[in-house]
Nanobody, 121 residues
Framework: QVQLVESGGGLVQSGGSLKLSCAASGSIFGITVWGWYRQAPGKQRELVAS?????????????NYVDSVKGRFTISRDNAKNTVYLQMNSLKPEDTAVYYC?????????WGQGTQVTVSS
């Protein structure tokens, strides 16, 4: 089992920034993909960004972003802390949603409890 705990959500004005964190614990060996999803009221949950566990560095990996956040959001990870981050800049009201951390391990997916991000106009 993998446990995920998110933090860093909150209320911010349009154009502002927030940084989300997701700390993993438990059976973390073998995690291959770390991701951030979001779900706005009345909408389906969507993948925002993901990063693989590969790479030669303790924080590298292939990244992927949904088009709507490219150039504004950055996903990163710190293996030493078993943590993945989502730096969100130039936030827009349409970024308002509950953000969920997700990891893939041995063909299973694990979810955090979610953290609310609200962007006021």
């Amino acid at each position: 089992q993998v446990q995920l705990v998110e933090s860093g959500g909150g209320l911010v004005q349009s154009g502002g920034s927030l940084k989300l964190s997701c700390a993993a614990s438990g059976s973390i060996f073998g995690i291959t993909v770390w991701g951030w999803y979001r779900q706005a009221p009345g909408k389906q949950r969507e993948l925002v960004a993901s990063i693989t566990s590969g790479g030669d560095t303790s924080s590298g990996g292939d990244t992927n972003y949904v088009d709507s956040v490219k150039g504004r959001f950055t996903i990163s990870r710190d293996n030493a802390k078993n943590t993945v981050y989502l730096q969100m800049n130039s936030l827009k009201p349409e970024d308002t949603a509950v953000y969920y951390c997700n990891v893939r391990r041995a063909n299973r997916y694990y979810w955090g409890q979610g953290t609310q991000v609200t962007v006021s106009s």
